[in-house]
Nanobody, 124 residues
Framework: QVQLDESGGGLVTPGGSLRLSCVGSGTIYSNDFIGWFRQGPGKEREFVAAINWRLAKTYYTDSVKGRFTISRDAAKNSVYLQMNNLKLEDTAVYYC?????????????????WGQGTQVTVSS
């Protein structure tokens, strides 16, 4: 069993930056993936980024490439999402999730554990 706790959300103006954190309690295994999803108002939950725990290989959806960076600190059981050049359309609740699948999937159904989410609002 893994519990995930997100933090770092807030209100930011367009072009600004935020750093989200996700701390896991319980064992994260080397082949696990930790991902970030988001759900905007009236939208379905969508994949944002993910990282393989052992290899630190990263994956991004096209709309955030070059702006967001996912990283992990194994010693702290933590994953981070650095978000730069934020846009209005990045407004959403951001969720941290863990997948125990042996291969990456961008589908939310492939992720087994979820945090409660943290609100990110980009507004002028």
């Amino acid at each position: 069993q893994v519990q995930l706790d997100e933090s770092g959300g807030g209100l930011v103006t367009p072009g600004g930056s935020l750093r989200l954190s996700c701390v896991g309690s319980g064992t994260i295994y080397s082949n696990d993936f930790i991902g970030w999803f988001r759900q905007g108002p009236g939208k379905e939950r969508e994949f944002v980024a993910a990282i393989n725990w052992r290899l630190a290989k990263t994956y991004y959806t096209d709309s955030v490439k070059g702006r967001f960076t996912i990283s992990r600190d194994a010693a702290k059981n933590s994953v981070y999402l650095q978000m730069n050049n934020l846009k209005l359309e990045d407004t959403a609740v951001y969720y941290c999730a863990l997948s125990k699948s042996t291969y990456i999937s961008y589908h939310s159904g492939s992720f087994d554990y979820w945090g409660q989410g943290t609100q990110v609002t980009v507004s002028s």
